[in-house]
């Protein structure tokens, strides 16, 4: 997997001077569907992922709630997601995205590795990892400390291992844990699981998996590397050393939005609030996947948004006059 990445990052160049139909801003889920949608409207789009394709897929051991596939490696998913995108037409390129101007009948996107215009936008830059914030969380970052199973598990073979997390993350990656850890413990700070009841009891069945609810991490100590959580019961108050090889960590996500700020209306929590046809409220800008304020952030949410946000930037567009195909639209721009 690692080796198509790098094949991928590796061809992906495009030219800056170029005025693209579509811009879209994330390379997950969302934003592959999005590219798939553009591209086989014959729109040129550009789709800018700071890292490899797939979003937080590329990261989870298997995807079973994703139509058509009974059980799928999320790395595989990724893959096909990205090849099905390039298929039709999208072209890819990484890098930080520093910052945006989105007011305007052409929006700039400045990045690490430069600057890109559009017409449209379609904001699908997903969210991060949120963290326990205690101390030797950042300290032991890398040395213990993980926010990705699928990445670091096999570097804990025959080691004890705990996961922090009642939610469907928690549970499918200490399941997935178990085939590396001695055992793997996951501590909750309520008595019950917000993970769906089929992730519970295939966490349960487990031998190599235990629960520890209602605890929540104080500290994370160690000399260089994890050695034990201080817990404390979220009861009695009583406080507990546990000894542990590594911990990994899954309490929710924080949007990816720092950029956006004074650009977009963010809500208190930095998400973007948009409604079903996924418009930002600035013309010719749409946002999609887990960065959209919703109920539901899942893998079919993700690529619903990303199809509804394509559909409306080609509207957009040919409401401009922009007609899908043209000689103009391929002609680069002069800066």
């Not at 790098?6 to 811009?23: I, N, Y």
């Not at 890398?142 to 993350?169: N, P």
């Not at 349960?204 to 100590?221: A, C, G, S, T, W």
């Not at 507990?240 to 309490?251: E, H, L, M, Q």
Request: glycine share 12%.
């Amino acid at each position: 997997m690692v080796e198509v990445q790098v094949q991928s990052a590796a061809r992906s160049v495009a030219p800056q001077d170029r005025l693209w139909d579509v811009v879209i801003l994330g390379g997950g889920p969302a934003g592959m569907a999005a590219g798939l949608y553009t591209g086989r409207a014959l729109l040129s789009t550009l789709i800018i992922e700071k890292a490899v394709p797939g979003g937080q897929i590329a990261n989870t051991y298997l995807v079973e709630d994703y139509p058509g596939f009974l059980s799928i490696e999320g790395p595989e998913l990724a893959r096909k997601m990205e090849e099905q995108a390039r298929h039709f037409g999208a072209e890819i390129v990484y890098g930080d995205i520093e910052s945006v101007d989105l007011k305007g009948g052409v929006k700039t996107v400045l990045t690490s590795e430069g600057t890109y215009r559009g017409r449209t936008v379609i904001v699908a830059t997903g969210a991060s990892p949120r963290k326990l914030g205690v101390p030797g969380e950042d300290e032991l970052a890398g040395r213990g400390v993980s926010y990705c199973a699928i990445c670091d598990g096999a570097f804990f073979k025959g080691e004890k291992l705990a996961v922090i997390g009642g939610g469907d993350s928690a549970l499918d990656e200490g399941y997935f844990l178990a085939r590396y850890a001695s055992k793997v413990t996951i501590i909750h700070r309520r008595d019950e699981f917000r993970a769906v009841r089929q992730l519970v009891e295939r966490a349960r069945q487990h031998p190599k998996v235990e629960f520890l609810m209602n605890r929540v991490v104080e500290r994370i100590e160690g000399d260089g590397k994890v050695e034990r959580l201080i817990l404390r019961d979220t009861r009695t108050g009583e406080r507990s050393a546990f000894p542990v090889g590594g911990v990994f960590v899954y309490i929710g996500m924080i949007p990816n939005t720092g950029f956006l700020k004074g650009q977009l209306k963010l809500d208190d929590r930095g998400y973007v609030p948009a409604p079903e046809d996924c418009a930002t409220g600035i013309p010719g800008v749409f946002v999609a996947g887990d960065v959209r304020y919703k109920f539901l952030r899942q893998l079919t949410t993700a690529v619903a948004d990303g199809s509804v946000a394509a559909m409306m930037a080609e509207k957009y567009l040919l409401d401009q006059g922009v007609e899908p195909g043209t000689k103009e639209k391929e002609a680069a721009v002069k800066a």
